[in-house]
């Protein structure tokens, strides 16, 4: 009677904690998709004011005729504007996602937690957050066999039981590509904007400068 009792408080013991290890991955995971999607929001946010502040010196006059390179400038910078913008209203939406999932996960353990405490106000607070198999295990079964649950991480929709993992994903490959659609807009209305307004000593220094920036930065990502 004893070894049973010792087995069923092992296989408790063990349903615990493959609980608390499932719910310490999706807090990480929800975490780990939080940050990133704040990251993204901030730096889309920056780079929207910094071109908003730009567009204010490349307007041009409306008395007077604004040439092709202007017209290209202004058109760069105010489509990386609308883009970054985008950008960061869809990383706004998708980090909402995550807040509505994590206060509904809060509100379901407080619920789990206050119903054992009604029901064993000792043992209740171990108990809600065992499986229902568990805790109606009886002692007549001879040495139950310790099983693990290893709970894995589905990948379901934003209104179901679990974090919206899929469409997080999709939110954020999204996001990066505006960014990196606005950051081209953008430098393409800096270039344009150095021709049409400056020297061509200062124009040609612009290019280069520019030239050696993105070369730099391709060859880190292609050195092995």
Excluded at 147 to 153: A, V, W
Excluded at 160 to 175: D, Q, V
Aim: aromatic share 8%.
């Amino acid at each position: 009677m004893c070894g049973a009792n010792d087995d069923a408080g092992t296989q408790e013991d063990q349903d615990r904690d493959d609980l608390k290890a499932y719910q310490k991955a999706m807090e990480d995971l929800v975490q780990s998709w939080m940050d990133r999607l704040q990251l993204i929001s901030v730096i889309t946010t920056f780079f929207a004011s910094m071109e908003a502040g730009l567009l204010q010196v490349t307007a041009p006059d409306p008395d007077d005729d604004s040439t092709r390179l202007e017209q290209a400038s202004n058109a760069g910078l105010i489509g990386a504007l609308v883009v970054h913008v985008n950008a960061a209203i869809l990383s706004f939406l998708a980090a909402f996602f995550l807040i509505r999932y994590k206060v509904k996960q809060a509100g379901k353990q407080e619920l789990k937690a206050q119903a054992a405490a009604m029901a064993d106000p000792v043992h209740g607070d171990m108990k809600a957050f065992l499986p229902s198999q568990s805790r109606h295990s009886t002692e007549s079964s001879p040495e139950p066999p310790i099983l693990s649950t290893n709970p894995e991480l589905v990948q379901v929709g934003p209104f179901r039981r679990n974090a919206p993992i899929h469409i997080l994903g999709r939110f954020h490959s999204l996001c990066i590509q505006l960014s990196f659609i606005g950051f081209a807009l953008a430098l393409m209305g800096i270039i344009c904007f150095a021709w049409a307004k400056h020297p061509l000593s200062v124009s040609v220094f612009v290019t280069i400068a520019m030239g050696a920036s993105l070369l730099s930065g391709a060859a880190i990502l292609v050195w092995p």
